[in-house]
């Protein structure tokens, strides 16, 4: 059973930065794919950006792209999301998830595992 254990949330002013990870364990196959989700409530859940096979591929979503990174350190199985340029809207719980590959489930939240989620809060 793999396990996703998030950190890196927290509070901070609109244009300032934050860097979320997830360590996968053990590291198999099935977690090729990393990236992160994000649903506020009553909202619908997004897929923010994700990362195959250590940086083969990856993927941000419009609302993101320019202002967030990620990556991942193979030897620790963590993924990184470097989040700059925070807007209100940005607020919400943000997920890690995992599978093995980043077909086209994935972006309909069709993964195989996910983290716990952790809040990240922009004040304007």
């Known amino acids: 059973q793999v396990q996703l254990v998030e950190s890196g949330g927290g509070s901070v002013q609109a244009g300032g930065s934050l860097r979320l990870s997830c360590t996968a364990s053990p590291n198999t196959y099935s977690t090729k794919c990393m990236g992160w989700f994000r649903q506020g409530p009553g909202k619908e859940r997004e897929a923010v950006a994700h990362i195959y096979n250590g940086g083969a591929s990856t993927y941000y979503a419009d609302s993101v792209k320019g202002r967030f990174t990620i990556s991942q350190d193979n030897a620790k199985n963590t993924v990184y999301l470097q989040m700059n340029n925070l807007k209100p809207e940005d607020t919400t719980m943000y997920y890690c998830?995992?599978?093995?590959?980043?077909?086209?489930?994935?972006?309909?939240?069709?993964?195989?595992?996910w983290g716990q989620g952790t809040q990240v809060t922009v004040s304007s």
């Open positions: 998830a995992a599978d093995g590959v980043c077909g086209g489930r994935w972006y309909w939240g069709l993964v195989g595992y």
